[in-house]
């Protein structure tokens, strides 16, 4: 509840014109970023403890009093996945991908992953290998100088069918195969 | 033979040979529809009287009803797959942009990427992303009300009284949260935008957002700072998306094109939350 009320007084600084329109000295506005993150971070925190509970009564091992949950997963955030750039998809061998969806209805999401080389097979959760395309990070992007990243690549694919207030997950995986760069349309250059 | 497209089953971009957008096919109509990223000089005023401030923080002033351009022939590379279509653009060492269609959507999505806003001449600059439809909207448009109505602008024209605009770039601007929207009795042309932006309409068929600006002079409404934030000892830089809509304007299909972009704004604004976590499991133990 702390990390939910922290998050609800931080929404309510965020109404004012000074906030959503950067009428505010410099210094103000590095407060607001610095109080919008630390809200996220603590409900970050929240998301990640609720998901363990749903991921848990999915699985299919008893749950025992006192017993370790079976299964528990990071849930983390990338927060600067706007810029390409998420230490977990450019770091990791395999992962997971969790989409919640806030509608009321359902809907198809395209998912775009920085990654650092072409070599991934993402899976369903009914072992299907769902389809995949990759494309450069654009070079403007790439040459920022202060992101801080090893994706040169965007991993593709269409997350079908995410159900209204519930979520789909996604296996990721490096695989020994060789897979093609991207390359541009050479009709177009 | 010259010309290139990218789309999908819904929606067709044709860009020029110079390498701006120059057509855009969907809905079974098909109009001339350019897109180029321009800019305002931002105005100096003499802060001491009311109406002759600068351009700062709080107002959107130029120094006249007039845009320069960055570029005549950005530099495009596209790329092409079964997922999606994307033209890369570089319109100079500060404007980028990359516009897509992925199969199955009925828009196509322009990210993109301005700053740090050079500032060594010395001006003030406010940078917008303009389309120009041949679409015959007769001064008329339309924006959004946080995300719910659609408030119906005619330009140089207010309701409750006779107006005589002395600064027609300015005095047209309106607040856009998610949308903006023009037509004629034949094509509709909506924009969605990922944040508040300003924007307007300054001609027939014509649509423009502010994405970045950076300004040398206080406006003197209580700031006391210029617009002119210098992150990593360079200017910032901003990134985004806009989603052009674009078809018939009758109200006989289904869905209508409203529908579509009420819910392309629902599924863009309430988007799904995403989370990674990295795992030691095997597949199967994942399941």
Redesign the interface.
């Known amino acids: 509840l702390p990390h939910l009320g922290f998050m609800r007084e931080t929404m309510g600084v965020m109404q004012h014109h000074d906030a959503v329109t950067g009428t505010e000295k410099q210094k103000v506005a590095y407060d607001y970023a610095r109080h919008l993150s630390v809200a996220m971070r603590a409900c970050s925190a929240n998301a990640r403890s609720v998901l363990n509970v749903l991921v848990e009564g999915d699985s299919p091992r008893p749950k025992r009093y006192g017993a370790p949950r079976p299964f528990k997963f990071e849930f983390k955030t990338c927060s600067l996945l706007n810029i390409s750039s998420c230490d977990v998809s450019e770091q990791s061998e395999r992962f997971v991908l969790t989409l919640y969806n806030p509608l009321g209805h359902t809907t198809d999401e395209y998912v775009r992953l920085p990654v650092p080389d072409v070599n991934y097979v993402v899976k369903d959760y009914k072992d299907v290998v769902l389809d995949i395309q990759y494309v450069p990070v654009a070079e403007p992007v790439q040459n920022l100088t202060f992101r801080e990243s090893q994706a040169k690549y965007e991993l593709i694919f269409l997350a079908s069918e995410l159900p209204a207030f519930g979520y789909k997950s996604y296996y990721i995986t490096k695989s020994n195969g060789h897979h093609m760069k991207p390359v541009p349309d050479p009709e177009n250059m | 033979s010259s010309l290139?497209d990218i789309g999908n089953e819904f929606i067709r971009l044709t860009f020029d040979t110079n390498g701006f957008l120059a057509n855009v096919e969907s809905d079974g109509v098909s109009r001339i529809v350019s897109q180029e990223f321009l800019y305002y000089e931002a105005a100096i005023g003499d802060n001491r009287e009311f109406a002759n401030r600068s351009s700062g923080?709080?107002i959107f002033r130029p120094k006249a009803d007039r845009v320069r351009t960055v570029t005549v022939a950005p530099e495009?590379?596209?790329?092409?797959?079964?997922?999606?279509e994307?033209v890369?653009q570089?319109f100079n060492d500060w404007i980028?942009q990359?516009i897509r269609v992925?199969?199955?959507?009925r828009y196509a999505e322009f990210?993109w990427?301005v700053g740090p806003i050079p500032i060594e001449d010395g001006v003030g600059k406010e940078i917008i992303t303009r389309f120009n439809a041949d679409i015959k909207s007769e001064g008329i448009f339309y924006t959004d009300s946080n995300g719910r109505e659609m408030i119906k602008r005619l330009k140089d024209h207010r309701d409750t009284w006779r107006v005589k605009l002395l600064e027609h770039t300015a005095g047209n601007y309106y607040p856009v949260t998610t949308k903006i929207a023009l037509e004629d009795e034949h094509a509709r042309l909506a924009i969605l935008t990922d944040r508040?932006q300003g924007g307007s309409s300054l001609a027939d068929g014509s649509l423009e957002l502010m994405v970045h600006r950076r300004l040398l002079h206080d406006d003197a409404?209580?700031?006391?700072?210029s617009?002119n934030?210098t992150?990593?000892g360079?200017g910032l830089?901003a990134?985004g998306k806009h989603y052009l809509i674009f078809g018939s304007s009758q109200l006989d299909q289904s869905p209508t094109l409203q529908a579509v972009e009420r819910f392309t704004q629902?599924?863009k604004t309430?988007?799904?939350?995403?989370?990674?976590?990295?795992?030691?499991?095997s597949?199967t133990q994942?399941?």
Do not use: C, M
């Not at chain 2, 992925?102 to 959507?105: D, M, T």
């Open positions: 290139i923080a709080y495009i590379t596209v790329y092409r797959g079964d997922l999606v994307e890369h570089k980028s990359v992925y199969k199955g959507q990210e990427l508040a409404f209580g700031v006391d700072e617009l934030e992150a990593y360079q830089v990134r629902l599924e309430v988007a799904p939350w995403t989370f990674l976590s990295p795992t030691n499991y597949y994942w399941r």
